[in-house]
């Protein structure tokens, strides 16, 4: 009996010990489990403000930074430099490079529309990081991009450069993230830790926003280029956020110059204008006889593109198997401002029947101009002023059905 008594109490000890331990483990794990749901708070709350930024489509991004990048020419009294810049706050702030406006007398700043020029004002400029900020208060409350200077892309993120190569505003190059933490020097500019992009960068993209191309952020400054201009290297805008902020803070418009040399500017010569006009129409119907319907929608503005879409457009301009375009009905008005108006009589060739075509005579009117710094037709109004029929010849019927099996085989 005593042998037995003996042998319950530790067996009961046991249990009592095994019933603590389960208890204890069962609470430390309890607040173990409060302190991880703490931090996973805290981590998922990093998380989230990682994805703020929500991803926009290609076409909201372009829309947005047509209206906010802007081109730049920087005169003196011995050249006259180029490149480009963005809308950086609504107090009409345009970020650029210091190498585009370092030695300016004056500035003009040219909207994304092309319609309008200011004149502009260098808030500051710091050389070695090649950063400048300008003010253009007739620019103000105009809208910006967005911009998160903790935002850090990485190596391979698509990315798009928006400027002005060469003076053509409002282009658009595409790539990627191809590598980071680049240094280099140029003249009295000292580049560390750049991006260096895939994008296309050359001459007069200076200045211009690189942007992510999921997010839609402004995440550099295009600053510098291959010789070959098949890849670039852009300012991490992190790295100046600061900077322009300051400087943009502290600078008051009554101790800005705005004050320009009216006669070191001349945005378009009305000769020049009429032969580019001339030329483009010429260039207009030469496309259509080629039966390129893609490079002749490409010459027409938004508003022309907004009225009919490009099948829409092919559509009309297929019915014309041939387009004469004689040289003596040609009338072109004088220019008003950046815009001319050209007249044109030309004949359209037709055909209505195996045997026969319908050929129509057209007076077609074509306003020309500038939009984003290109040329373009920004108008055309087609009247018909009357209709002839003319038998089709043998030759000139076989030359036609090649050309139709060409072109068929063609798209």
């Known amino acids: 009996m005593l042998k037995k008594q003996n042998k319950v109490l530790p067996i009961s000890l046991s249990v009592a010990i095994l019933i603590l331990g389960i208890l204890a483990i069962f609470l430390y ?19 989230e403000n990682e994805e703020d930024h929500e991803k926009k489509d290609l076409q909201t991004i372009i829309h947005e930074a047509e209206k906010n990048v802007v081109y730049i020419e920087a005169v003196n009294s011995s050249s006259t430099s180029e490149g480009s810049g963005f809308l950086f706050n609504d107090k009409g702030d345009i970020v650029t490079n210091a190498h585009v406006v370092k030695n300016a007398t004056d500035i003009y700043v040219k909207t994304s529309d092309g319609t309008s020029t200011y004149p502009g004002a260098l808030i500051d400029l710091n050389e070695k990081k090649d950063v400048a900020v300008i003010r253009v208060p007739q620019l103000k409350n105009q809208g910006t991009m967005e911009i998160d200077p903790n935002f850090e892309p990485n190596i391979g993120d698509e990315i798009i450069a928006v400027g002005s190569p060469h003076g053509f505003q409002g282009s658009f190059t595409d790539g990627i993230i191809s590598a980071k933490n680049r240094n280099f020097s140029i003249n009295n500019s000292e580049y560390e830790n750049l991006y260096q992009v895939s994008a296309s960068i050359s001459q007069g993209n200076s200045g211009g926003p690189l942007i992510h191309k999921d997010t839609g952020l402004i995440i550099g400054i295009n600053a510098a280029a291959s010789k070959e201009g098949n890849f670039g290297f852009t300012i991490p805008i992190s790295q100046v956020y600061d900077l322009i902020q300051m400087w943009s803070d502290v600078a008051d418009d009554e101790e800005l110059s705005f004050e320009v040399d009216p006669n070191s500017y001349q945005s378009v010569n009305p000769d020049s204008l009429i032969e580019d006009a001339e030329y483009i129409v010429r260039y207009y119907y030469d496309t259509l006889n ?3 319907y893609f490079a002749a929608y490409s010459l027409l503005g938004s508003n022309e593109q907004i009225k009919r879409s490009y099948q829409e457009f092919r559509d009309l301009s297929v019915k014309s198997i041939d387009i ?9 008005d004088e220019p008003e401002g950046e815009q001319v108006k050209v007249n044109v009589f030309p004949d359209h060739h037709i055909r209505k029947d195996d045997d026969t075509l319908e050929i129509h005579h057209y007076k077609t009117t074509f306003e020309v101009g500038y939009e984003n710094d290109q040329l373009k037709i920004l108008s055309l109004e087609r009247e018909l002023l009357s209709k002839t029929e003319q038998k089709i010849e043998k030759d000139e019927e076989d030359a036609e059905k090649n050309e139709e099996e060409n072109d068929s085989e063609g798209e």
Not at 29 to 47: H, P, Q, S
Not at 327 to 332: C, V
């Open 290 to 292: 080629v039966r390129d």
């Open 29 to 47: 794990y309890n607040y173990w489990e409060d302190d991880v749901l703490a931090t996973e708070d805290g981590m998922i709350e990093i998380v």
């Open 324 to 332: 004469e375009l004689p040289d003596d009905n040609f009338e072109i």
